[in-house]
């Protein structure tokens, strides 16, 4: 395999970051563009994803996987800057207000940011307030909401309601493990998300429909 895009899209499947780093140096090298090379990567992932969602694979593949893709866009964020290219869409996600959890919150981080989506993660245990201010600060066309307590799905109650007392333009996805459809249509968020691929899928359709 001397395809150097082919070779950087196998590495990310299977979470080699020395070979990710030196297949995407090696492409920006030979003449690929950062967005031939930033295709290759979510290619990569859109992989991950799938697997993922099919059982294939489990959590700890997934960030491994995206650990490979950090570090190649350690190598490719510069060359996107340098070039102009930005990722059209921004996400605004965190925890919210009383739960502390976030390994399910950092995997969606990564694989969004592996599906080229700009993304600001605000942490953990954040007030409502703080993540509309965020959202709006940040011009954000999506709002990830993340809880794992059932304690805290009041808060993730309180973070909606904040947010849909005024208009605004970002779609608001829910998820974690106590969160049902049923829950986020009742509370008035625009999706559910049951895992970091869907959650991928489902911004996708959002930002395509709004």
């Given at each position: 395999m001397n395809d150097p895009l082919q070779q950087l899209i196998e590495a990310i499947k299977v979470g080699n970051r020395k070979i990710a780093a030196t297949a995407t140096q090696t492409a920006l090298d030979s003449g690929s563009s950062g967005k031939e090379v930033l295709g290759a990567l979510s290619e990569?992932?859109?992989?991950?994803?799938?697997?993922?969602?099919?059982?294939?694979?489990?959590?700890?593949?997934?960030?491994?996987?995206?650990r490979a893709m950090k570090k190649s866009m350690e190598l490719l964020e510069p060359?996107?800057?340098?070039?102009?290219?930005?990722?059209?869409?921004?996400?605004?996600?965190?925890?919210?207000?009383?739960?502390?959890?976030?390994?399910?919150?950092?995997?969606?981080?990564?694989?969004?940011?592996?599906?080229?989506?700009?993304?600001?993660?605000?942490?953990?245990?954040?007030?409502a307030q703080t993540i509309l201010d965020a959202a709006i600060e940040h011009k954000a066309d999506l709002v990830g909401l993340s809880a794992l307590l059932t304690t805290t799905m009041p808060a993730?109650?309180?973070?909606?309601?904040?947010?849909?007392?005024?208009?605004?333009?970002?779609?608001?996805?829910?998820?974690?493990?106590?969160?049902?459809?049923?829950?986020?249509?009742?509370?008035?968020?625009?999706?559910?998300?049951?895992?970091?691929?869907?959650?991928?899928?489902l911004a996708r359709t959002l930002v395509t429909s709004s």
């Open positions: 990569g992932m859109d992989d991950v994803g799938k697997r993922f969602k099919a059982n294939e694979i489990f959590v700890p593949e997934v960030l491994v996987a995206a060359i996107l800057v340098k070039s102009g290219i930005k990722p059209e869409h921004t996400l605004v996600i965190g925890t919210v207000k009383g739960d502390l959890h976030d390994i399910g919150k950092n995997l969606v981080a990564m694989m969004m940011k592996g599906a080229n989506f700009n993304v600001i993660d605000l942490g953990t245990n954040l007030p993730m109650r309180e973070t909606v309601a904040l947010m849909n007392k005024e208009p605004h333009p970002f779609k608001i996805i829910v998820g974690g493990a106590p969160i049902t459809q049923d829950f986020a249509d009742d509370i008035g968020a625009d999706g559910f998300a049951i895992d970091a691929a869907s959650t991928v899928e």
